[in-house]
């Protein structure tokens, strides 16, 4: 589409700025801190659905941060696309490991560099800008309607009971997300599945206060001691995790389905080199891409207790911590893994300590066929603007509102991600290629073109 092309292309230093503009404000979902900044980033998502030419927008506020939601409705009869995205980030911490401010985004090598610049508003806004190509060149194959959230890194919860109450006006054919990644530019894909996800924290209590070390160790269990036991006893020798019942659910692949997850283009080398590691760890008679994307896990996501400061400190901590997540497979329940857990924590506790285990938020895992009209609309739309065809993958990561889109709303998702793995998302220093942007800007209109055709 010519005028497409003449539209982008015209507009591309725009397209840029505006995406900078939106990253300079600090829409942390996490830090009640931020709270005003997250208000003010829904606003100006807002107005630039209304400046890309959407009929209405609103703000929509929640129990938490607000919902924004704009659609542009062609023509009732035209199928409709639902997007969705998330303009909240994650913190940026630890700040002294950012060569530049988080929230100060540059372009460095073709590089823009900024909390959110990958995760998720670079790729939100891709849409945005997407449908203002369509809408300005008055090319628009079908209705769009866009749903950009202020939760997503916080579980989503507000947003579930936001689908529950607004089923009518999110009635649409298919939800098209862009907030996962693809293998390289050079090999495009297309992820067909993310994981679940079961977040726990947990506490271990000793004594009644902290102990002199010399005075009492040695006779009082000590709760960091405790924890650390207990945390490593929760994977065997072949790092199975050993929570009774936990693989039960499990879904098992076909040799074949296997084979082709692993036909995907990875250089296990490369791999290790790039992340700084000796050797890659992980449950046995599994490859890498299987550990990441098909199986289960458990990962401690932090851990504290006791003396942390500078210099030593001879103390037998009262009480330890831990933060615990596992990522599931489909087939698997979040709730159902969350009280396997509590229940083989506290039992595995042993004499002489008192343990406490809560629940965070969760999510069930999803696969998207990749043989619906949706999916081919997508690895057609690749197609036309890579030149190649896109290699299906399963993603690692977790998007807990897409269970929900089918769930609540009916509705299959298609996730078309422009993102890299190595895009530093939730890590210090995150980035998204310009290239990735406009890409993803120029990819997006042939989705909704060739999904629509499909009426
Ligand atoms: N966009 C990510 C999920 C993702 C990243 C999927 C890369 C596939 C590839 C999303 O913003 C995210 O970080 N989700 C969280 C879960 C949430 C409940 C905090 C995650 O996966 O940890
Ligand atoms: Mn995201
Ligand atoms: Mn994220």
Redesign the pocket.
Known sequence: MQAWKDYQSQNKDRFLEELLDLLRIPSVSADSKYKDDVKRCAEAVKDYMLKAGCDKAEVCPTAGHPIVYGEKIVDPKLPTVLVYG?YDVQPADPLNLWTSGPFDPVIKDGRIFARGAC??KGQMFMHIKALEVMAKTNSLPCNVKIMVEGE?????NNLGIFLEQNKEKLKANVVLVS???MISMEHPSI?SG?RG?AYMEVEVNGPNRDLHSGVYGGAVANPATILCKMIASMHDENNHITIPGFYDKVQVLSDGERKAINSAPFDLDEYKTELGVSDVWGEKGYTTLERTGIRPTLEVNGIWGGYIGEGAKTVLPAKANAKISMRLVPNQSSDEIADMFKAHFEKIAPAGVKVTVTAH?G?EAVVTPTDSPAYLAAAKAIMTTFGKEPIPTR??????IVALFEKTLGLKTVLL?F?LDNDN??SPNEKYDVFNYFKGIETIPYFHKYFAETF
């Open positions: 998330h995760d998720d997503e890194e916080v579980g989503s907030d996962t990644s992820e993310l996800l938020h999510g993603g690692g990561g977790s998007i807990p991600g993102g998302i939730h």
